[in-house]
């Protein structure tokens, strides 16, 4: 089944909370994670100048 980019996107967004680094000086936010029944997708935010993340871009995972 291939998803939709706005599904990823909405999915990367509620997940993203639990991911943000530590470090305030992190501008970069990477992470997977796989939807139902088996796709896996890597995800990339970037933090704007006003300090908030933004979705930048997703791509498959093939294992």
């Known amino acids: 089944m291939k998803h939709s980019e706005s599904h990823i996107q909405m999915v990367a967004d509620t997940l993203m909370p ?12 990477i992470f997977h994670f796989t939807l139902p029944p088996d796709e896996s997708y890597k995800v ?5 100048a006003k ?13």
């Open 18 to 29: 639990g991911f943000i680094p530590h470090d305030p000086k992190e501008t970069t936010l």
């Open 44 to 48: 990339e935010y970037l933090k704007s």
């Open 51 to 63: 300090n908030v993340w933004e979705f930048s871009k997703s791509e498959k995972v093939v294992r």
